[in-house]
């Protein structure tokens, strides 16, 4: 057994220090060469056209694999911090804890991923306290924009540390808890060695809003239209959901969900005794027969996602649900960054049907954000009055920004790690005393591949420069006895310069290309391959001012 002099207590987070989202974060007690572990949340981020072909990326794990891990615990539902179990927890196993809202959502996502009778999954009630060996882990009610949402009081030999998951100060939640402020006074009486805490708003001033707030804005607007009304929102905010139901009810219609998240995320709130005491819900055939004004589709894709409910409504090829001219679409959701195309494409096509837009923008009620703004940071330092801050999901600027709010309230110690670096807490002053091996992996195509996998690179470049086929077949001599074919793939042509032409012309160049090898060089597939695709590469910038990926196939006869 270690001396106690010689155990730390560290931190790493290896996802949600570069980035708002894909949260993977670890805290490790002992001595440097035997600490044993917990796992704070497991997430995902999203592709964008950065990453073509690439919808989900999950954190890289590798640093945790063949650590003593005694436990992984949950903060909350949202994908960026569950997200991930799928993908990783084969390379983390470990057993998991979480609230009863968020178990019943882990348990569909392994059962999708064919891992649920693997995985041993702890119910912890809300309010409740998980030993893990080193680590006494209480469960903290806070509020957020999701059903149960938690911080973590970890509790080890070396101090407290407050790790608030993401939160708001929300005094009319709707549904669940206000947060258990009393709690973390008790804590901070007891003594925060750190606190570990959401940067998503610190550029905001004031507070985040209400949930309340919503409620009342939505019934008024809901309760003052007339014909088909759709609502996007996040699924998972289930507040929401119950706001927009009764709002619709209120006014005399009924509510038919559409896209598979509202079903998903309806069974888990109503399996923890929400949604209680509302009508059915109509079917989106039964919704067809029924009259425009007493109808209000509650509907996914919010943020413009090419496969969900009112993407495929807009572009009518929804096999139920249509939307015309007279009807409304209220986006009672933010704009997630670097989906602002996306939803203005959206919104574009529906206006477009005839459909009237209603967001935040223009009515500010229907939405409030589910992160803390300035003056609610500002009360949750004064609460909790940590020894060291450690800011976290956000962008560099939130954490930078955030440790000095920090330093404002008089927090004696900041420290702002990235990805991959691990922070000693205690004993002694924090610091970054290690950097260990971390990144992004891409879910590619069923397959988790690195970031800067071969793959995707070629994509990328196809892409951006298109993509040059050319087969042909040489004799035993080498000699050259078929047509060239040369075939484009994202290549434009017009009048004046038509592709076919361009074509023809390429396949002349590829048959100088071979003409110029001798000897052994003619036997050598690859230095035949190389010497097509450095002439066409050349071509092509001259014609198109690119540099295509060129596919050569040689046939030998």
Same mark, same amino acid.
């Not at 002099?5 to 987070?13: G, K, S």
């Not at 609502?231 to 905010?237: D, E, L, P, R, T």
């Given at each position: 057994?270690?001396?106690?002099?010689?155990?730390?207590?560290?931190?790493?987070?290896?996802?949600?220090?570069?980035?708002?989202?894909?949260?993977?974060?670890?805290?490790?007690?002992?001595?440097?060469?035997?600490?044993?572990?917990?796992?704070?949340? %497991?997430?995902?981020?999203?592709?964008?056209?950065?990453?073509?072909? %690439?919808?989900?990326?999950?954190?890289?794990?590798?640093?945790?694999?063949?650590?003593?891990?005694?436990?992984?615990?949950?903060?909350?539902?949202?994908?960026?911090?569950?997200?991930?179990?799928?993908?990783?927890?084969?390379?983390?196993?470990?057993?998991?804890?979480?609230?009863?809202?968020?178990?019943?959502?882990?348990?569909?996502?392994?059962?999708?991923?064919?891992?649920?009778?693997?995985?041993?999954?702890?119910?912890?009630?809300?309010?409740?306290?998980?030993?893990?060996?080193?680590?006494?882990?209480?469960?903290?009610?806070?509020?957020?924009?999701?059903?149960?949402?938690?911080?973590?009081?970890?509790?080890?030999?070396?101090?407290?540390?407050?790790?608030?998951?993401?939160?708001?100060?929300?005094?009319?939640?709707?549904?669940?808890?206000?947060?258990?402020?009393?709690?973390?006074?008790?804590?901070?009486?007891?003594? %925060?060695?750190?606190?570990?805490?959401?940067?998503?708003?610190?550029?905001?001033?004031?507070?985040?809003?209400?949930?309340?707030?919503?409620?009342?804005?939505?019934?008024?607007?809901?309760?003052?239209?007339?014909?088909?009304?759709?609502?996007?929102?996040?699924?998972?905010?289930?507040?929401?959901?119950?706001?927009?139901?009764?709002? &619709?009810?209120?006014?005399?219609?009924?509510?038919?969900?559409?896209?598979?998240?509202?079903?998903?995320?309806?069974? &888990?709130?109503?399996?923890?005794?929400?949604?209680?005491?509302?009508?059915?819900?109509?079917?989106?055939?039964? &919704?067809?027969?029924?009259?425009?004004?007493?109808?209000?589709?509650?509907?996914?894709?919010?943020?413009?996602?090419?496969?969900?409910?009112?993407?495929?409504?807009?572009?009518?090829?929804?096999?139920?649900?249509?939307?015309?001219?007279?009807?409304?679409?209220?986006?009672?959701?933010?704009?997630?960054?670097?989906?602002?195309?996306?939803?203005?494409?959206?919104?574009?096509?529906?206006?477009?049907?005839?459909?009237?837009?209603?967001?935040?923008?223009?009515?500010?009620?229907?939405?409030?954000?589910?992160?803390?703004?300035?003056?609610?940071?500002?009360?949750?330092?004064?609460?909790?009055?940590?020894?060291?801050?450690?800011?976290?999901?956000?962008?560099?600027?939130?954490?930078?920004?955030?440790?000095?709010?920090?330093?404002?309230?008089?927090?004696?110690?900041?420290?702002?790690?990235?990805?991959?670096?691990?922070?000693?807490?205690?004993?002694?002053?924090?610091?970054?005393?290690?950097? %260990?091996?971390?990144?992004?992996?891409?879910?590619?195509?069923?397959?988790?591949?690195?970031?800067?996998?071969?793959?995707?690179?070629?994509?990328?470049?196809?892409?951006?420069?298109?993509?040059?086929?050319?087969?042909?077949?040489?004799?035993?001599?080498?000699?050259?006895?078929?047509?060239?074919?040369?075939?484009?793939?994202?290549?434009?042509?017009?009048?004046?310069?038509?592709?076919?032409?361009?074509?023809?012309?390429?396949?002349?160049?590829?048959?100088?290309?071979?003409?110029?090898?001798?000897?052994?060089?003619?036997?050598?597939?690859?230095?035949?391959?190389? &010497?097509?695709?450095?002439?066409?590469?050349?071509?092509?910038?001259?014609?198109?001012?690119?540099?295509?990926?060129?596919?050569?196939?040689?046939?030998?006869?």
């Amino acid at each position: 057994m270690s001396k106690t002099q010689d155990n730390e207590l560290v931190f790493l987070p290896l996802g949600g220090s570069n980035e708002i989202g894909m949260n993977l974060n670890a805290y490790g007690y002992g001595p440097a060469e035997d600490r044993r572990w917990i796992v704070v949340d %497991v997430g995902v981020t999203f592709g964008d056209n950065t990453t073509p072909g %690439v919808d989900v990326i999950v954190p890289d794990p590798t640093y945790l694999e063949g650590e003593e891990i005694i436990g992984i615990v949950l903060t909350h539902a949202h994908e960026d911090h569950i997200g991930a179990l799928g993908w990783l927890w084969p390379r983390i196993k470990a057993p998991l804890y979480a609230t009863p809202f968020t178990a019943f959502l882990i348990r569909e996502k392994l059962r999708d991923a064919g891992l649920l009778d693997q995985v041993t999954i702890h119910e912890v009630p809300l309010g409740g306290t998980i030993d893990l060996g080193p680590f006494q882990v209480e469960m903290v009610t806070i509020t957020h924009s999701i059903a149960e949402p938690n911080g973590l009081a970890i509790k080890t030999p070396l101090g407290t540390v407050l790790h608030t998951g993401d939160w708001k100060i929300d005094n009319d939640p709707i549904v669940g808890e206000r947060t258990d402020v009393d709690t973390i006074r008790r804590l901070g009486d007891e003594g %925060v060695l750190a606190m570990v805490c959401d940067s998503t708003n610190v550029f905001q001033e004031g507070v985040a809003g209400s949930e309340g707030e919503v409620k009342e804005a939505l019934a008024e607007l809901i309760g003052g239209l007339k014909g088909r009304v759709a609502v996007g929102c996040f699924a998972s905010n289930v507040a929401r959901m119950d706001s927009v139901i009764r709002a &619709a009810e209120a006014a005399g219609r009924r509510v038919v969900l559409a896209g598979r998240s509202m079903h998903r995320i309806t069974a &888990a709130a109503k399996s923890v005794g929400m949604l209680s005491d509302l009508q059915p819900f109509l079917s989106e055939e039964e &919704a067809r027969i029924w009259p425009a004004d007493q109808i209000l589709y509650l509907c996914t894709g919010s943020q413009g996602e090419p496969r969900a409910a009112l993407s495929r409504v807009a572009q009518g090829d929804h096999p139920f649900v249509r939307l015309g001219p007279g009807d409304h679409c209220i986006f009672s959701s933010r704009v997630i960054p670097g989906n602002e195309l996306a939803i203005g494409r959206l919104q574009d096509t529906l206006s477009d049907r005839g459909v009237r837009i209603y967001t935040d923008k223009d009515h500010p009620g229907i939405h409030v954000s589910g992160h803390p703004c300035r003056d609610e940071l500002r009360q949750m330092y004064q609460w909790a009055r940590p020894r060291i801050a450690v800011p976290t999901h956000g962008m560099r600027r939130h954490i930078a920004e955030h440790a000095a709010l920090a330093r404002e309230m008089q927090v004696p110690e900041t420290v702002t790690p990235r990805n991959g670096d691990m922070v000693r807490l205690a004993p002694g002053p924090a610091a970054i005393v290690d950097e %260990v091996p971390s990144g992004r992996l891409f879910v590619d195509g069923g397959m988790l591949v690195e970031e800067a996998g071969e793959a995707l690179k070629e994509r990328r470049h196809a892409a951006s420069n298109g993509v040059l086929i050319v087969t042909f077949a040489l004799d035993r001599r080498g000699k050259i006895v078929s047509d060239i074919d040369v075939r484009g793939i994202g290549l434009p042509g017009d009048e004046d310069t038509p592709l076919g032409d361009v074509l023809d012309d390429l396949a002349e160049r590829a048959e100088q290309a071979v003409l110029k090898l001798k000897g052994e060089a003619l036997e050598d597939e690859t230095v035949i391959e190389q &010497a097509v695709a450095r002439a066409l590469k050349k071509a092509s910038q001259g014609v198109w001012s690119r540099r295509p990926i060129v596919e050569t196939v040689v046939l030998r006869l």
